[in-house]
């Protein structure tokens, strides 16, 4: 159990740039979360995927926002022509599937958009 | 709709005193409840979660929290701190013990004097 990897720790992109990140899940985890944290706030949730289906969008995901897991094992984000407002740290988390299970969360990804 | 309120955004405590953090949710449904404990630069950790079994529920590091349907409440506690206790916590909420769509709190920061 090597844990959430989330890959780049820190990006920093001028506004209008495309920025993609990558989440590893914990090996053979069925689900996997994308969260939002802006400072001073929790985490919101932005979506979750079983497997390599996406159940769930929130409304706070615009449409500058994509997300894939391709083979139902790491994940991506993306997001199309940043704004400022989307500095954020980037939280990605899995979990088996199954009642009761925990939760485990990577150590995020920190976007700045200058 | 879910949610969760944090009563305090920072705590200042001395070692060996009582740890008191709050949080009330909100619920149209019997909620799931969750702290988290975040330390600089590393994911969020689960310290308890509350899923109807009992009332009282004992987490890791001590850390306990009591489920309150009458004050909505699930406040954290732990009898004597430590500096290792130092760190942010968040209350979260679900509507099922197998969603993890959370509604996070803002958070509070735990400061602990020596």
């Known amino acids: 159990d090597t844990g959430v990897s989330q890959d780049p720790r820190h990006k920093i992109t001028k506004r209008g740039q495309n920025v993609t990140f990558r989440c590893d899940p914990i090996?053979?985890?069925?689900?996997l979360y994308w969260y939002r944290q802006t400072l001073g706030q929790g985490p919101e949730f932005l979506t979750y995927f079983q497997n390599e289906a996406q159940l769930e969008k929130s409304r706070l995901l615009s449409d500058r926002f994509s997300a894939e897991r391709p083979k139902g094992s790491f994940s991506t984000l993306e997001i199309q022509r940043t704004e400022q407002g989307d500095s954020a740290m980037y939280l990605c988390?899995?979990?088996?599937?199954?009642?009761?299970?925990?939760?485990?969360f990577g150590s995020g990804t920190q976007l700045s958009v200058l | 709709a879910q949610s969760v309120t944090q009563l305090g955004s920072h705590v200042s405590v001395s070692e060996g005193a009582l740890v008191l953090l709050r949080c009330n949710y909100s619920s149209s449904v019997p909620p799931y409840l969750f702290w988290y404990v975040q330390y600089p630069n590393q994911g969020l950790q689960l310290l308890l979660k509350y899923t109807s079994a009992a009332t009282l529920v004992k987490g890791i590091n001590g850390f306990e929290a009591e489920f309150k349907k009458s004050e909505t409440s699930f406040h954290l506690t732990k009898p004597s701190a430590h500096m290792s206790d130092a760190a942010e916590y968040f209350c979260?909420?679900?509507?099922?013990?197998?969603?993890?769509?959370?509604?996070f709190g803002a958070g509070t920061t735990v400061t602990v004097r020596a």
């Open positions: 090996s053979e985890h069925n689900r």
């Open positions: 988390a899995s979990s088996p599937l199954g009642p009761n299970e925990k939760l485990f």
């Open positions: 979260a909420v679900s509507r099922d013990s197998n969603d993890y769509k959370l509604s």
